[in-house]
Every structure is written in structure tokens, then in C-alpha cells.
């Protein structure tokens, strides 16, 4: 749409770093929920721990389908060289003569910029938001980590420019808690819209995906190792726990689709653990996404650690899926204010159990309280108006099916409710054991205030 006479062009820089995120862009824009502009810019981010090795998703089958939502393609990779997307941010003093170069390097001129982004807070897109410091900003969910809290303190001079945050209904009903400091406003892309997207890059993959029989089950690898969640080791245990539970569901023939960056060792061992139990396995290292898979195969089963496509799966798909391995996460995950926790305590709270399906989800009535207390432990700094929320709900439905969502420790350091033991609640308020404590701190004050070389009585040091 070229601009009227004597007004500004105006351009969209729509910056993704995923395929899934980028077929998210194109859903978004078929349904039309994005602004009129001029121009749009798709820019490419290529985030895997060596880049030079790992082809960008814009290489990937397919992407041709998503191309044409777009006047032109940038490489962020190449344009901030040799430096790396996740590492690199501008310094402040530096931003004005960035923004001029980058003005020149992609033909912007004087245009207006728009900026669409995922994972504001942290690079690459928070150094983007910050080379255009007067653009405003929209901000769309590449999964499940929307409905989680903002995982740092954003510079209000970021956090305030952002009009909206567009996001996937990948848990009907759940408000995403993403941003709402700033006030923004959640709004959902349309199933039919993203559908329709995945359709496109299906049927741009025909022929690459083999033939498969009727009850196939489907695994998905997430490679946690690289996140240093959990050992190699342990992802390869949990990759045979998946094959062993499919199996013992009935499912003899096992599609999977290992983690486009992992070793390739890993799929070998689990060939071996197939052979062992008699089960038919197809390893999957064509370059495409597990959304595209599950529509395009259809498998009678879907399991995964805590991939969102489990929940694309179930939501778009009407596929059975299963969870493996979420409570290891649970313990693992550190600090508690890892971003990975709501995905997992999602996945924990709601899908079915691979090793025992009979398990009851969370309700999911108490689903948005849940997620409101694990918000606010996360991050008691950005939401402080949550505590109230957080503490009617611990005080309500803290039991041995919730428990796993809260460490004691971080309980305690937030003086909520289930910081300790309900038979010792009485602790606390217990004068003598007040006064003990009391004592005991005075003791460890007077101690270090002593200076190092003060001598005991009996002239041992102290």
C-alpha cells in the first residue's frame, strides 16, 4: 500500500528466529491483525549455538510457502557479523550511529518503523528494540512461555512502547501473563489462520516424510542437554522411557524426531532400544517442523517432554499426546525463575502421564491460580500485586499433586503460605521458640563482630 503524497512510508521489521515462529508471523498477518504498512521485512536470526553450522529456518522446506507474506528477507546474522545473536547488544552511546547504518544497509530511509518481535527480553530482539528506540513495538508468543511472567525487568523505555502482545490459544480460557506489567493487551491469532499456515508448509513437504502405518506413535526430542537441564546421559535415558511407555501402549511402530541440532548418537542408542523391544523405529531427521509432522501423519499418539507441539497437537489437531519426564524438569530447573517453568508446569498440570495416564490432570478451574502463584514466586519484583492471589491459592490447594510447582526454599524466602510443614506451622508463633531464635541471632552478631585473630579462653582460636 504505497503511502499518500507528502506522508512518511512506513515499514515492519517482523523479526523471528523459528520456523514456528515464523509460520506464527504469517498466521497473524492472513488474519489481518497487523497494522498496514508499505513494506515488510522478514529478519532472520539464527540463534543455534554455532550458527556458521546450523542453516537458518529460512533454508529450511518450506519456508518459500511463508516468503511470499513478505517484500524482502534480512539476516540479522550478517548484519551484526561476527558477532553473535544472542551475545550481542548495543551500547547505549552507539545506538544513534546504528540506527543511521542499519537505516542505509536496509533501504529505510526516513520511513516510519514498526517492530514485531518474540522473546522481547532478551537478545536478539531486545537489542532490535533498542537500535529503533522510537518505533513502536508488537510482540507475538513463540510458545507456551507467554503465560509466564516477563523473565527479567525490561527498561521501560522497552517495555513501554509495546501495544500488544499476539499469541496462539494453546490453553483455552488462560490469560497470558506475559507483559502485563506494561499493561499490554493479550490478543489471540485465529486456530484457522495458523492451520491454514501449517497446511501450506505440509503440503510443501510432500515426499519428504516417509509412509508410516495406522497407530504409529510419535517422539519428540528437545535436546534439554544444550539447555543444561539435564546431562546427555539422562536425555538419552529419557528418550528410551518414551520409546519403552509407547510400547507398552501398544504402539509397535515409533516415529522420532530427534532435535534438528542433536547428536546423531542419540538416535542409534534408541534404534537399539527399539530392537530390544521388538518395535519397528523410524528416525526422522528431515528438517521439519513437528506441528507439519503431526498433521501431515496423523500419528495415534504424540509424546514429548514439554514441547509445545503437544499442545498444537491436542489443540489444532484433536491428536492424543502424553507427557515423560516433566517432574525431573520440575526438580531440575534453576533458579526458580527459569522461563522454561511454565511451559513445564503447564505441560506437568494438564496432559496425561506417558508411564501412568490414569493420573489426574490439575482442574482446570484452579488452572489460572496455579499459574498466578508460580508467576509471582518467579518473579515477586515485576508483579507484587500478585501476592495476595498467590497466597489465597497456596493457602487453598497446596497438596501432594501441586507441591511439585513450588520449591520450600523459594516459598520461604517469600514468606507464602507452605513455606513449611502444616504440623509445624505453630513454630513460628511459638513465644519460646521466638525467644531461641532471638538469642541465637544475637549470639551470631556479637561473633562477627569479633575481630579474626580474637582468642577463646582456653586461647584456641574463636
Known amino acids: 500500500m504505497p503511502a499518500a503524497p507528502g506522508a512518511r512510508s512506513r515499514t515492519q521489521i517482523l523479526l523471528a528466529s523459528t520456523l514456528y515462529g ?144 499476539l499469541h496462539l490459544d494453546l490453553v483455552p480460557g488462560l490469560a497470558p501473563l506475559l507483559l502485563t506489567e506494561f499493561g499490554v493487551e493479550a490478543e489471540i491469532v485465529p486456530d484457522d489462520a495458523f492451520t491454514k499456515v501449517l497446511a501450506e508448509l505440509g503440503d510443501a513437504t510432500a515426499g519428504r516424510l516417509p509412509d508410516v502405518p495406522e497407530g504409529a506413535a510419535l517422539l519428540l526430542g528437545q535436546y534439554l542437554s544444550a539447555l543444561d537441564i539435564l546431562t546427555p546421559e539422562e536425555e538419552e535415558r529419557l528418550h528410551a522411557r518414551m520409546l519403552r511407555g509407547a510400547v507398552r501402549r501398544g504402539h509397535r511402530d515409533v516415529i522420532f524426531k530427534p532435535h534438528p541440532i542433536a ?18 523405529l523410524t528416525v526422522l531427521d528431515t528438517p521439519v517442523l513437528a506441528e507439519v509432522v503431526c498433521q501431515r501423519l496423523r500419528p495415534a499418539l504424540v509424546v514429548a517432554c514439554f514441547s509445545t507441539a503437544l499442545f498444537t497437537a491436542r489443540a489444532f489437531q484433536g491428536l492424543p499426546v502424553a507427557r515423560c519426564g516433566t517432574e525431573l524438569l520440575l526438580e531440575r530447573l534453576t533458579p526458580y525463575q527459569n522461563s522454561n517453568r511454565v511451559p513445564v508446569t503447564l505441560v506437568d498440570a494438564l496432559l496425561p502421564d506417558l508411564d501412568h495416564p490414569q493420573r489426574p490432570p490439575v482442574a482446570e478451574a484452579h488452572l489460572s ?70 538469642r541465637a541471632r544475637a549470639v551470631r552478631r556479637r561473633l562477627a563482630r569479633r575481630p579474626s585473630g580474637t582468642q577463646t579462653r582456653n586461647g584456641g582460636p574463636q
Do not use: C
Not at 547428536?263 to 519397528?280: D, I, K
Open 22 to 165: 515464523a509460520a506464527t508471523l504469517a498466521a497473524a498477518l492472513d488474519a489481518g491483525l497487523l497494522a498496514p504498512a508499505d513494506r515488510r521485512l522478514l529478519l532472520v536470526a539464527n540463534t543455534a549455538a554455532t550458527p556458521e553450522t546450523t542453516p537458518a529456518f529460512d533454508r529450511a522446506p518450506g519456508f518459500e510457502r511463508l516468503r511470499t507474506r513478505f517484500d524482502g528477507v534480512l539476516s540479522w546474522n550478517e548484519t551484526i557479523s561476527p558477532f553473535h545473536p544472542g551475545g550481542w547488544s548495543p551500547r547505549p552511546d552507539d545506538v544513534p550511529l546504528w540506527e543511521r547504518h542499519l537505516r542505509l544497509l536496509w533501504g529505510l530511509g526516513d520511513d516510519e518503523v514498526e517492530i514485531v518481535l518474540e522473546s522481547i527480553q532478551v537478545n536478539p530482539a531486545l537489542a532490535v528494540a533498542q537500535l529503533f528506540p522510537d518505533a513502536p513495538l508488537e510482540v507475538y508468543a513463540d510458545g507456551l512461555m507467554s503465560y509466564g511472567p516477563t523473565r527479567s525487568k525490561l527498561d521501560p523505555l522497552v517495555g513501554t512502547r509495546v501495544r500488544r502482545l
Open 369 to 438: 491460580g496455579l499459574l498466578t502463584a508460580v508467576g509471582y514466586a518467579m518473579q515477586p519484583q515485576i508483579h507484587p500485586g500478585l501476592r495476595q492471589a498467590a497466597e489465597r491459592y497456596l493457602a487453598a490447594h497446596l497438596n501432594a499433586r501441586t507441591r511439585r510447582y513450588f520449591k520450600r526454599r523459594r516459598l520461604t524466602a517469600l514468606a507464602l503460605p507452605g513455606a513449611i510443614p502444616s504440623q509445624l506451622a505453630f513454630l513460628p508463633r511459638n513465644p519460646a521458640v521466638r525467644r531461641v531464635a532471638r
Open 263 to 280: 547428536p546423531a548418537r542419540w538416535s542409534r542408542l534408541l534404534e537399539e532400544e527399539a530392537e530390544r523391544l521388538g518395535a519397528s
